[in-house]
């Protein structure tokens, strides 16, 4: 396999500059605080192929869905983040000729984006005619102050002499590439040449969903000191132009600094004057001062989020990588935003909120983050219940309905298969309550916001289901599992068996719930009995002579043959008919093994067993949310060699562009399962009735790994090498542990062995 980047712990790193890969280097360098973000794209411009692309949390836009088959209850648009005006612009001129890796010719290139930090940097000798200058480029997206974005460019002339213009600007005229034909998002507000502003917003839409003002403000300094240019403007668009003359051996450095403001946390006839403050704050510091405060910060996280790997550097770097871009991603500093598919790195997926969140960010997040950060995620969701029960009256059911996708809680999916029928969201999405309830041991959102949320799915499911007097069974037809290389079947086991979960669960803590919520729901005695009918009646289909529960109806008429058959035509979403793809056995990402891992605790080892030998060589790994929960059941039934394949694909699934796709952006969401197959798969972490416990194990090219996690007030450190197992409670109240069923008592300071 041919690495775009070097092997290298704590950067991502190159020193080979490939055009044919530009948009992948984009992706894998792109940097963000959970405010904003973007891809790495060149400050001085690219003319070659490539992305450019920054986006802002939060700041989305209604795109009408164009369809030739339009349906009653379908979405009346797509929803997307909009491609956000692009602040990073230095053009630069040497001499006269314009600085375009595209077209000039220049040596001893070099990026890399340091993940202590998340500083991406540059650097390369631009070879002109008499003429050789080194440029360095630094840029971080603030951790601390959210809407600030700092960028400096330094350039030496090592021969000759040259004079140097500098174009630094502001752009409101971008496009997405995924647009409707080629139609703008922006509408210019205006200009200010003096305040070094442009202010912009979204255009209208007849959907009820607000325009989103942005203003961005500029200002440019040398050693620390402000220096102003000449400022030209065009209809949404500022340049300001500084020129400097420089001979052998000298230098100059510009440091631009940015701040981004919106109409999500500013009035739109405020933010000039917000701007400005901000402005002041951030250049009342350094460049390098603030990079120490930011790295500082960053720093913090490490300390309780890092996993340390020897013996292995691919997967050192991978499991960082992973955990610095979800970290730039989403951090719970805001509880009106979520977890984009993409993140900040592309435009695939629109930016908007898929059940990804629950299922994979959740766990880990659980144990990584403060409790708040969670619990954030979980009140998201319960604000945008009335966007849910929306939805179902859309399809004509009661209850609430969970989005496929969103950024406001309505549906703004437009694929049909998903939209209509991967509902499998709606007790997904529900599920993370009861992780966080068994995990944080806090049930004071279960007993009530929670309480909305289960009872509002649990009537869709009550009334999505119907009795079939054949089987004398509960059933559910025209849906679409995880596996999405199936669409409108009917009794999707794991679908089935999350919805009879979700009612079960509902019923099991309607009682404990606060008199407020339970007055609030206002569950009736004839609607307990019929969610326990449905319980306790419920269709799960099954070949009991094989031992495996059948991902749906008729699975077994399929022509079952494992994926070792089809290797030289994969990825098959690449190489065949969606036809197909539908026709054939083979399966995109977990499904039946989905709910195995997310109700471990119900099933039995020979049952897990069957089912995994039965469907993971049917699994093509197509989506980036497979490979880590086929790594953690793996490992838990001890097949650990297949445990740590899986694992590596995971954790450079983008890395090293497994599913050839990174160039449309990187997949945030899956990031998570490299933690998870580490934490839950190797060291074998659960938390089954108040009991945390592990039961680890070492990939034979590791020498040993580490981690640490929180869990109910308390910081462990985890140590598995070869040998040992090593536990050490950092902080926190005495606990007991179960390290492979032995019991270990932990205390503050102490290390514990197993």
Same mark, same amino acid.
């Given at each position: 396999?041919?690495?775009?980047?070097?092997?290298?712990?704590?950067? *991502?790193?190159?020193?080979?500059?490939?055009?044919?890969?530009?948009?992948?280097?984009?992706?894998?360098?792109?940097?963000?605080?959970?405010?904003?973000? !973007?891809?790495?794209?060149?400050?001085?411009?690219?003319?070659?192929?490539?992305?450019?692309?920054?986006?802002?949390? &939060?700041?989305?836009?209604?795109? /009408?869905?164009?369809?030739?088959?339009?349906?009653?209850?379908?979405?009346?648009?797509?929803?997307?983040?909009?491609?956000?005006?692009?602040?990073?612009?230095?053009?630069?001129?040497?001499?006269?000729?314009?600085?375009?890796?595209?077209?000039?010719?220049?040596?001893?290139?070099?990026?890399?984006?340091? !993940?202590?930090?998340?500083?991406?940097?540059?650097?390369?000798?631009?070879?002109?005619?008499?003429?050789?200058?080194?440029?360095?480029?630094?840029?971080?997206?603030?951790?601390?102050?959210?809407?600030?974005?700092?960028?400096?460019?330094?350039?030496?002339?090592?021969?000759?002499?040259?004079?140097?213009?500098?174009?630094?600007?502001?752009?409101?005229?971008?496009?997405?590439?995924?647009?409707?034909?080629?139609?703008?998002?922006?509408?210019?507000?205006?200009?200010?040449?003096?305040?070094?502003?442009?202010?912009?917003?979204?255009?209208?839409?007849?959907?009820?969903?607000?325009?989103?003002?942005?203003?961005?403000?500029?200002?440019?300094?040398?050693?620390?000191?402000?220096?102003?240019?000449?400022?030209?403007?065009?209809?949404?668009?500022?340049?300001?132009?500084?020129?400097?003359?420089?001979?052998?051996?000298?230098?100059?450095?510009? $440091? /631009?600094?940015?701040?981004?403001?919106?109409?999500?946390?500013?009035?739109?006839?405020?933010?000039?004057?917000?701007?400005?403050?901000? !402005?002041?704050?951030?250049?009342?510091?350094?460049?390098?001062?603030?990079?120490?405060?930011?790295?500082?910060?960053?720093?913090?996280?490490?300390?309780?989020?890092?996993?340390?790997?020897?013996?292995?550097?691919?997967?050192?770097?991978?499991?960082?990588?992973?955990?610095?871009?979800?970290? !730039?991603?989403?951090?719970?500093?805001?509880?009106?935003?979520?977890?984009?598919?993409?993140?900040?790195?592309?435009?695939?997926?629109?930016?908007?909120?898929?059940?990804?969140? $629950?299922?994979?960010?959740?766990?880990?997040?659980?144990?990584?983050?403060?409790?708040?950060?969670?619990?954030?995620?979980?009140?998201?969701?319960?604000?945008?219940?009335?966007?849910?029960?929306?939805?179902?009256?859309?399809?004509?059911?009661?209850?609430?309905?969970?989005?496929?996708?969103?950024?406001?809680?309505?549906?703004?999916?437009?694929?049909?298969?998903?939209?209509?029928?991967?509902?499998?969201?709606?007790?997904?999405?529900?599920?993370?309550?009861?992780?966080?309830?068994?995990?944080?041991?806090?049930?004071?959102?279960?007993?009530?916001?929670?309480?909305?949320?289960?009872?509002?799915?649990?009537?869709?499911?009550?009334?999505?289901?119907?009795?079939?007097?054949?089987?004398?069974?509960?059933?559910?037809?025209?849906?679409?599992?995880?596996?999405?290389?199936?669409?409108?079947?009917?009794?999707?086991?794991?679908?089935?068996?999350?919805?009879?979960?979700?009612?079960?669960?509902?019923?099991?803590?309607?009682?404990?719930?606060? /008199?407020?919520?339970?007055?609030?729901?206002?569950?009736?005695?004839?609607?307990?009995?019929?969610?326990?009918?449905?319980?306790?009646?419920?269709?799960?289909? $099954?070949?009991?002579?094989?031992?495996?529960?059948?991902?749906?109806?008729?699975?077994?008429?399929?022509?079952?043959?494992?994926?070792? $058959?089809?290797?030289?035509?994969?990825?098959?979403?690449?190489?065949?008919?969606?036809?197909?793809?539908?026709?054939?056995?083979?399966?995109?990402?977990?499904?039946?093994?989905?709910?195995?891992?997310?109700?471990?605790?119900?099933?039995?080892?020979?049952?897990?067993?069957?089912?995994?030998?039965?469907?993971?060589?049917?699994?093509?790994?197509?989506?980036?949310?497979?490979?880590?929960?086929?790594?953690?059941?793996?490992?838990?039934?001890? /097949?650990?060699?297949?445990? *740590?394949?899986?694992?590596?694909?995971?954790?450079?699934?983008?890395?090293?562009?497994?599913?050839?796709?990174?160039?449309?952006?990187?997949?945030?969401?899956?990031?998570?399962?490299?933690?998870?197959?580490?934490?839950?798969?190797?060291? &074998?972490?659960?938390?089954?009735?108040?009991?945390?416990?592990?039961?680890?194990?070492?990939?034979?090219?590791?020498?040993?790994?580490?981690?640490?996690?929180?869990?109910?007030?308390?910081?462990?450190?985890?140590?598995?090498?070869?040998?040992?197992?090593?536990?050490?409670?950092?902080?926190?109240?005495?606990?007991?542990?179960?390290?492979?069923?032995?019991?270990?008592?932990?205390?503050?300071?102490?290390?514990?062995?197993?």
């Amino acid at each position: 396999m041919k690495r775009i980047f070097e092997i290298d712990p704590w950067k *991502v790193i190159t020193h080979n500059f490939d055009p044919n890969n530009k948009r992948l280097q984009e992706s894998m360098t792109a940097i963000g605080n959970d405010y904003m973000g !973007m891809r790495g794209n060149f400050e001085e411009g690219y003319s070659g192929d490539h992305l450019q692309g920054t986006y802002l949390a &939060g700041v989305w836009f209604p795109d /009408k869905t164009r369809v030739g088959w339009w349906k009653n209850g379908y979405p009346k648009y797509f929803g997307k983040t909009p491609n956000a005006p692009s602040f990073i612009g230095i053009g630069i001129t040497i001499n006269g000729e314009k600085l375009d890796l595209a077209l000039v010719k220049f040596d001893d290139f070099e990026l890399a984006l340091d !993940m202590h930090q998340g500083l991406l940097s540059r650097s390369f000798i631009y070879e002109g005619k008499d003429v050789k200058v080194k440029f360095e480029f630094e840029r971080f997206l603030y951790i601390i102050q959210k809407e600030a974005a700092l960028i400096k460019v330094k350039a030496t002339v090592l021969e000759g002499h040259a004079k140097i213009d500098f174009y630094s600007s502001l752009d409101g005229t971008v496009v997405n590439e995924d647009s409707n034909y080629d139609e703008r998002f922006w509408l210019p507000l205006g200009e200010d040449k003096d305040a070094r502003t442009i202010q912009v917003q979204t255009k209208e839409n007849p959907y009820d969903v607000p325009q989103f003002t942005v203003l961005l403000k500029q200002g440019l300094r040398h050693n620390g000191e402000t220096v102003e240019g000449d400022v030209s403007t065009e209809e949404a668009k500022l340049s300001e132009k500084l020129s400097i003359d420089l001979n052998e051996g000298e230098s100059y450095e510009l $440091e /631009k600094d940015v701040i981004v403001v919106t109409s999500r946390d500013v009035k739109d006839e405020d933010q000039a004057g917000v701007a400005a403050d901000l !402005m002041k704050k951030l250049q009342s510091k350094s460049f390098a001062d603030n990079l120490a405060d930011h790295t500082a910060a960053w720093k913090k996280r490490w300390d309780k989020s890092d996993v340390e790997i020897s013996g292995d550097d691919a997967a050192q770097q991978g499991i960082r990588f992973n955990i610095c871009q979800l970290f !730039m991603t989403y951090y719970g500093e805001d509880e009106r935003l979520n977890v984009g598919p993409k993140g900040f790195t592309g435009e695939k997926y629109g930016g908007a909120t898929y059940w990804d969140t $629950e299922a994979y960010i959740v766990p880990m997040y659980l144990c990584v983050t403060d409790p708040s950060v969670p619990r954030a995620l979980l009140q998201y969701r319960h604000d945008q219940l009335p966007g849910a029960y929306h939805n179902a009256k859309e399809q004509g059911l009661p209850g609430a309905l969970f989005p496929m996708v969103t950024f406001n809680g309505i549906e703004c999916h437009n694929e049909w298969e998903i939209t209509f029928e991967e509902i499998h969201r709606n007790a997904d999405i529900p599920h993370a309550i009861a992780m966080y309830t068994d995990y944080t041991g806090d049930d004071s959102y279960v007993k009530n916001e929670g309480m909305d949320v289960l009872v509002g799915t649990a009537r869709f499911w009550a009334a999505r289901v119907h009795w079939s007097k054949w089987r004398n069974k509960y059933v559910m037809h025209g849906v679409t599992g995880p596996n999405e290389y199936e669409n409108n079947v009917n009794n999707n086991w794991f679908t089935n068996t999350m919805a009879r979960w979700l009612l079960q669960y509902t019923l099991k803590r309607l009682p404990l719930a606060t /008199k407020e919520a339970q007055a609030r729901v206002h569950v009736t005695e004839e609607e307990k009995a019929k969610w326990q009918d449905i319980v306790d009646k419920m269709y799960l289909p $099954e070949d009991k002579e094989r031992g495996i529960f059948l991902q749906q109806d008729d699975f077994l008429d399929k022509d079952i043959r494992p994926v070792s $058959e089809i290797e030289d035509q994969r990825p098959i979403n690449q190489h065949w008919s969606w036809d197909k793809i539908l026709r054939s056995p083979f399966i995109k990402q977990a499904d039946v093994l989905q709910g195995i891992y997310f109700l471990n605790d119900q099933y039995t080892k020979e049952q897990k067993e069957k089912n995994f030998d039965f469907y993971e060589p049917l699994t093509v790994h197509e989506s980036s949310l497979s490979p880590c929960i086929h790594s953690i059941l793996a490992a838990e039934l001890g /097949k650990q060699k297949k445990a *740590v394949e899986l694992y590596e694909r995971t954790a450079r699934l983008d890395l090293d562009n497994y599913n050839n796709d990174t160039v449309d952006g990187l997949h945030i969401t899956s990031m998570s399962g490299s933690w998870l197959a580490i934490v839950q798969g190797f060291a &074998g972490m659960r938390y089954d009735h108040n009991q945390l416990k592990f039961n680890p194990f070492v990939p034979d090219a590791w020498d040993h790994y580490s981690f640490k996690i929180n869990y109910r007030g308390r910081l462990i450190e985890v140590y598995v090498d070869h040998q040992d197992t090593k536990i050490t409670l950092l902080k926190g109240d005495d606990l007991d542990v179960l390290v492979k069923d032995k019991k270990l008592t932990l205390k503050e300071g102490e290390t514990q062995n197993a």
